[in-house]
C-alpha cells in the first residue's frame, strides 16, 4: 500500500485560508468515506483534526474543516493562527490486510 | 480522561529483541482496537499494527511482519509490541493509538506521548 501523496508544505498569512490535498486511490481516499486529519506540533503526539472525511472532534475549532472529491482528500484551515503552524497528516481506511494508509505529511507555515 | 502511556523504548542493538507497552486507562479497553504507529526521525507517521478488541484479528505493516507480534491483556488494560529482529530503519518514536472502534482503522481518536526505540550497534 503506497503512502498517500501530500504536499511538502504550504503557507499562509494570520488571516487567510490554505487547504492541503492528500491525494490516494480508488483502494482508499476514493473508495470509502474514512479519511481523518491529524496535527502534530513538535516533539507532541498527533491530534485527531478531521473524521469521516469532514466531522469534527468536540473541542476543535471550526476553522478546521474537511471534504473529498474522489481519490483526493482535502483539509481547509480558515482564519490561519500563529497555533496553527504544525505538521499535517491525512490517513485513510484501505479495507485490505494493511487497514491504514497514511501522507507524507505537509508542513504548514503561518507566515 | 483517556490516557495511554508507552514505555519500554530504549538503544538496542541490530537483530535483538525489544518488547513495548502502553498501559491504558479512563475507558473500557476491552472494546476497542488498537494500534501501533511509528515516526522515524524527520519523518512521516507510519501505521505499524492493530488489535481488535477482542484480540480475534490482528494485522500488520509490510515492513514488520512476520518480526513484529502485537498483543493485549484486556484483565491489565495494557497493549504489547514484542519487536524482533530489529534493523536500523526500525529506529523511530512508537506510539500506541485507540481506534475510534473495535479495530477497523478508521481513526484514531487518541495517542500517547510515544516511546524512542532506537536500533544501533
Known amino acids: 500500500q503506497s503512502a498517500l501523496t501530500q504536499p511538502a508544505s504550504v503557507s499562509g498569512s494570520p488571516g487567510q485560508s490554505i487547504t492541503i490535498s492528500c491525494t490516494g486511490t480508488s483502494s482508499d481516499v476514493g473508495g470509502y468515506n474514512y479519511v481523518s486529519w491529524y496535527q502534530q506540533h513538535p516533539g507532541k503526539a498527533p491530534k485527531l483534526m478531521i473524521y469521516d472525511v469532514s466531522n469534527r472532534p468536540s473541542g476543535v475549532s471550526d476553522r478546521f474543516s474537511g471534504s473529498k472529491s474522489g481519490n483526493t482528500a482535502s483539509l481547509t484551515i480558515s482564519g490561519l493562527q500563529a497555533e496553527d503552524e504544525a505538521d499535517y497528516y491525512c490517513s485513510s481506511y484501505t479495507g485490505s490486510s494493511t487497514p491504514v494508509v497514511f501522507g507524507g505529511g505537509t508542513k504548514l507555515t503561518v507566515l | 480522561q483517556v490516557q495511554l502511556v508507552e514505555s519500554g523504548g530504549g538503544v538496542v542493538q541490530p537483530g535483538r529483541s525489544l518488547r513495548l507497552s502502553c498501559a491504558a486507562s479512563g475507558f473500557t479497553f476491552s472494546s476497542y482496537g488498537m494500534h501501533w504507529v511509528r515516526q522515524a526521525p524527520g519523518k512521516g507517521l507510519e501505521w505499524v499494527a492493530v488489535?481488535?478488541?477482542?484480540?480475534?484479528?490482528?494485522y500488520y505493516a509490510d515492513s514488520v511482519k512476520g518480526r513484529f507480534t502485537i498483543s493485549r491483556d484486556n484483565s491489565k488494560n495494557a497493549l504489547y509490541l514484542q519487536m524482533n529482529s530489529l534493523r536500523d530503519e526500525d529506529t523511530a518514536v512508537y506510539y500506541c493509538?485507540?481506534?475510534?472502534?473495535?479495530?477497523?482503522?478508521?481513526?484514531?481518536?487518541?495517542w500517547g506521548q510515544g516511546t524512542l526505540v532506537t536500533v544501533s550497534s
Open positions: 488489535i481488535w478488541y477482542d484480540g480475534s484479528n490482528k
Open positions: 493509538a485507540r481506534d475510534n472502534v473495535g479495530g477497523a482503522g478508521y481513526f484514531f481518536d487518541y
